[in-house]
């Protein structure tokens, strides 16, 4: 085929007429599908279940030192929590703090934390005028959120298979001492799937902000979020911790992770990785909002996986349902579309996410003509700060929450949509 | 025995000669009880393990309406968890929003939302030169503590066995709008474990604060915690969403409860019960906070109590363990205590505490003496704002976590404790 910009207009009537008629015949089988968010599948959590009643008995619920796990106490996480969560971010239990069910309320606390009472003894960010920070574009829209919910100042910067563009980052955080944090979804990003390369790390490790409350935020949600048993096709990621300790920075970076992808979404843990300093700061704020998270959950988890082996031996089994989702997906893009110059999409080895582009100008158009037939994306836009994508093009594809089957229908109706959409678009062109 | 101060100088002194053996005598046997907390004891816990393993199967994790606990989503709690602790505070299910583990997480993040955000379209917290929140004193040193962190300005508001005094708090709400919030424990308060009158309850519903965005903060903590089955010995609250509906105050008040000392300290779950326009508010801050609270943990609860009367059976065995324990720290104080005029306790009908007064520059000094025997208290000076106890006298005693033996002993060195500091405050005297 084609590429339809090479189409004659008459050409292109024809063939929208055509499309047109398959479209109502995929409409026509009422689908009624919600793919926006990045929700695991109920055969994804099936897995778990040996998690849910590993505790039953009252002497189940004892920690290794005895702390009885449904009482009051111990502010950080269990001890045998701590190092289960530090084992899997490749640190030192005591750069580890374990929370409840949401590594979003870390990070949102985080941000709240720094405008109540501000960051290494600076100023509240609440008695500023003006406080920035950079997003990676496109990128997460819960990050966006936190942010703009607080009045921050989002600045896009683009992303590229590397990470984010380093030159204008280093450039923006050394000139602007207003900007005080980036987020960053480091490994498999969201919605791209891409990991950031040694160099990009390097550099964050290295970065020199004119503020001195400036703190990475990043979110390793996909650390071992692979979608292939192989080595050679899983993506590696340099540890930001070490790195930063290695730069003399120790104190630049806030790592968030969370077992939300690995046992449960709602009914997960989750954890702050950081330097000493940083976390007695989040210590302070704890120590005034929570007795303690719940012991009882940290500590099924532990019993539960035991180790890093168990983990990975259960991320291996999300992959064997991921992996042929992605494949679907990415199979129907390049057979529909392929060739044709209305769209390109990241080709992810983990994650939870594939990345649309569309033509300028045709996101919106796009997802709303995938809901007429019954399939809600994730919104257009969503993948920008303020829910606005200056070129109207970047989708969101998230194929983990359907059926294969139902996951099949869905990439008819999406590349079918895509296709009429970018016609009228081309067509509009023309006059 | 003759109150104290009408002893005379030689007798008093003969009579420390004879405690202070007592007093190493029982320091001898080498106690070292933490009864600084209200800490539910490992008896009481013990009674709630069929919530362990209740959802132990995959197909135990589903809600009424099918939700899929395990996974994302349903930020304002289960429905069936909403009536629940609906049930508890007698509203309708519309007027609750359950969260996690803890009813003090949500006070803290309440106060932090009004800094950050706002209450009711007013100027946020943080803008302002000055915050303020009443305390009726003595009171719970966390609320205090959160109010602290965030820099509020804290004014004592004595406490009667009414509840707080109210001329005191309508007065000065009327008067200051800068005066935005008060703190209650109004059933079975901590420390006191007084209960606010009928009269108290509608003061505050019909109270008419300067200030727009003023709450009052009803942490209802111990909503059901007797310690006596029989009606005529239980306090009775009269319900504040409905007295401040019937004011014509539907907005004025945020009811905190949780299940801490009903199911776990560390894993229960917990509501803020209030208007709609004040639920919708935390639920914008909510939304950018967390994707939903542990819906695993809300199901258990559900599935174990299924109703009041579940909780009542629960909390009239809590009982059976509480109130001897209770009676056995009253009877001690009355027995070696009564009379001698160097103290006044609280003789409550349910809650976790019971508060001694002391003569007054004593409290500091017997909760030290008392230390040297191995016996923690809670800090003399917490239950008031900044740790500061102007008469130096209130100290809280929590009886819930020691066994009966460690109790007996325990009380014998407080006693001892309070009666060789008030000798030496008397001998001070004389000098």
Redesign the interface.
Known sequence: MKPYTELTKEELIALKSELETEFEDVKGKGLNLNMS?G??A?AQ??M??GL??I????E??FAEDGT???????LTGLPEARKLMADMCEVSPDKVIVY???S??IM??TV?RS???GVAGCT?W??LDHVKFLCPVPGYD?HF??T???GVEMINVPMTPEGPDMDLVEKLVAEDDSIKGIWCVPKYSNPQGYTYSDETVRRFARLQPAAKDFRIFWDNAYIVHHLYDEEERQDHLLNIIEECEKAGNPDLVYEFVST?KIS????GIAALVSSKANLEEAKQ?M???????????QLRHVKYYKDMDGIKAQMTKHASIMRPKFETVLQVLEEELGGLGIGSWSKPNGGYFISFDAMEGCAKKIVAKAKEAGLTMTGAGATFPYHKDPKDSNIRIAPSFPTPEELALAGKIFVLSVKLVSIDRILGDME
């Open positions: 968010r929700k695991p109920a959590l099936d778990a279940e849910l009643g505790i039953s008995k009252n189940d619920a009885d796990c449904r009482n009051y106490g111990v409840g069910n949401a979003l309320s949102f606390d709240s405008f109540a009472r509240p609440c008695k819960r959120g936190v703009e919910y607080f939300s449960y979404p709602g009914a704020y120590n005034f909002q929570i007795i303690g998270h719940d012991k009882l959950n």
